[in-house]
C-alpha cells in the first residue's frame, strides 16, 4: 500500500501544532498580608512593589489557615520578589515587573524592605502606620499559576517562531476584524499568526485577515484573506458619534483617518454646503449630515458597494434620507453636474483620494464659466495626496497648481505658495506620507471660458 503524501507545509503544522498547555509555569512569589480595610491604600502605597503581570490579580484571598491568627480579615498582596529561582521554560516567558533580588532573603529582610520604601505623598495616616510596623509574620509565599492567557501575542510568536522572522507588531481594528500587513518573511507563518492574534484580542475581534496588495484600483480596495476566525467581513464601526457599517472586502475603509474626518468636520460652518468627491461609506459626509454642522450635503462614490453602504447608514444613524444627496459617478462627472446642470453653491469640496486627487483638480477650470446669475463664493478644496516625506510637501503644491491652472503663464501669481496649504495628516509607509492640500479655487480659473479662448488662439497663430 502506497503511503498517502502529506503536503501539510511546516507552518501549516506549527499553526495546528500549537500546544497552549505547554506555556503553562509556577512561580513562587513573597506575598504581604494586609488589613482588608487598608487594601487600596497599601496597594496604592507600595505599587513599586507589587507584582504587575497581565492577567494576573495582585490581591488574593487568605485561605483559612492563613487567617486563622488574623484579629481583622485580611488580604494577600503579591509582591514583585521570587521567593525561589524561577524555573523558567521558555525563554520568552512574560515576566512582567517580576524582580530576583529578594530570592531565598528571608522574610525579615522582605519585611524590612517594605518598612524603608519611600512612600508616595498622601497616602492615608493608617497605611502609614501599618506598612512601618510590617513584621516577618505579614510575610507569606505564594504560588503563581502563569499560562497561555498571561502571555502576549508578541511573547508566544517570539517563542515559537524562528528567530529570523520578524513578529508582527501592528494592526488595525475595523469592528469585529483585525486587519493585518503580514510581511512576505511571514507569509509562510500567516495562519500561526492569526491564530494567536485571534486568541490574544479578545471577544471583541472575532475575524483576522491579511492584505495581499496593496490598496488601489478605482474603488481603493485590495484583495485580502481570512487567517483565522469567521469568515465574515461584513462589520460596523463607531467614528465621531456615528456607526458605520460595511463589506470590508467591498469599500474603502481606514480608522487610522479618525482623527482627520474629526477635524474637517469640525472646520464646517453653518452656511457652508458640503461635496465629497470621494465619499466612500460617508466618514465626512454623514457626521456632518449627523451634527447639523451645514447647509447641505452632496455625497458621489464610484464604488457602487460605497454607495449602498453610504445610503445604509445614513438610516443607520437616523438621518432623513434628504439630508445627504448621494450619486455615483465620476468625481469630474459629480461636480459639473451639480456646478453646471443644478447650480449648486457649493463652498467645501472633499477629495479624499490620494493616489490621484489632485489631477482631478483640473475639472474646476472654466466650471463656473456658464454660471447664471451672481457669482457665488468660490469653493475651498481640500485634497488628499501622498508626498515622499516632510521636505516633499512643495511637490504637493505644484501638482495642485499644475493641476488648476494647467499651463497659463501667471499661474504662481494666480495661485501663490502662501494660497496653497499642505497640512501633513499621516505616515504610510517609509519615505511616504499622506497630506491635505487646502486650496481655494481662483476665480480667473473657475469662469475662464476656454471654448471662447481656443478660436482666438487658433485664429492668432493662423495670423
Known sequence: MVPAVDNTTPAEKTAAALDRASFSEKWSVYALRVPAKLCHGTRKAIKNHTLNLNRILSVVKLSQDDNHDAAVPTILLLLKYFSEHPHFKHANSPRGNTDESLIDATKEKVAKTLRESKLPEKIPSPVQ???????????????????????????????????????????????HIAHLNLRDEQAPFKQLIGQVMLDKLGPRVKTIVNKLENTGGPYRTFAMEVLAGEDNLITSVKENGCTFKMDFSKVYWNSRLETEHRKIINSLKEDDVLADAFCGIGPFTIPAAKQKKCKAVYANDLNPSSVVYLRENVKINKLDERSIHTSCSCSRTFLT??????????????????????????????????????????????????????????????????????????????????????????????RKRQVCVTVRVPEEIAFHN???????????RAG
Open 337 to 430: 453636474r451639480l456646478v453646471k446642470k443644478e447650480q449648486v453653491p457649493i463652498t467645501r469640496v472633499l477629495m479624499n483620494f490620494p493616489a490621484g486627487a489632485p489631477e482631478f483638480l483640473d475639472v474646476f477650470r472654466g466650471l463656473y464659466a456658464d454660471w447664471c446669475g451672481e457669482r457665488p463664493p468660490m469653493p475651498i478644496i481640500h485634497c488628499y495626496c501622498f508626498v515622499r516625506d516632510e521636505e516633499d510637501m512643495g511637490s504637493a503644491r505644484k501638482r495642485a497648481r499644475v493641476a488648476l491652472c494647467g499651463d497659463r503663464e501667471d499661474a504662481d501669481i494666480l495661485l501663490p505658495d502662501a494660497c496653497i496649504d499642505v497640512r501633513d495628516v499621516r505616515d504610510v509607509a517609509p
Open 129 to 175: 502606620s501599618f506598612l512601618k510596623q510590617v513584621k516577618p509574620d505579614d510575610v507569606f509565599t505564594k504560588q503563581v499559576q502563569v499560562d497561555y492567557a498571561n502571555w502576549s501575542a508578541e511573547s508566544v510568536l517570539k517563542e515559537i517562531m524562528p528567530d529570523n522572522v520578524t513578529i508582527p507588531s501592528s494592526f488595525e481594528s475595523i469592528g
Open 450 to 460: 476656454q471654448e471662447q479662448e481656443e478660436p482666438l488662439q487658433k485664429k492668432a
